[in-house]
């Protein structure tokens, strides 16, 4: 049988483990750091995927992402429920019309 997949919860706290094993920061102070780490590891992903690197290395990319905006909500809101609010906005957004904030698409831009 195969093992269980950690929720967003239990994903948020083996990165918070992660962050006091390793020494790295742990305050809100480093919350912006957080933020920026997670851009610069998304732009690694975006390049990776550019150069048709393997699919594994842009992957494992986008879960270092995931380790920062992880290690972020915990700093901003440790008392924050990610699995509960992951379903919330995703009800939101399954509420909203067809391609919602992609109306840029439709525009025709003059020459």
Excluded at 80 to 95: G, R, S, T
Aim: glycine residues 6%; charged residues 35%.
């Amino acid at each position: 049988m195969a093992a269980r997949l950690p929720t967003f919860e239990e994903a948020k706290n083996k990165v918070a483990e992660l962050v006091l094993t390793k020494g790295f920061g742990n305050t809100p102070d480093e919350i912006p750091n957080k933020l920026l780490f997670a851009f610069i590891e998304l732009g690694e992903a975006g390049d990776s995927w550019k150069k048709g690197k393997p699919t594994e290395e842009t992957i494992e990319e986008l879960i270092d992402v995931m380790f920062y905006v992880l290690d972020a909500s915990r700093l901003i809101d440790p008392k924050a429920n990610l699995d509960e609010v992951f379903m919330k906005k995703l009800e939101k957004n399954l509420a909203r019309p067809y391609r919602y904030g992609e109306a840029f698409r439709n525009k025709k831009t003059s020459a």
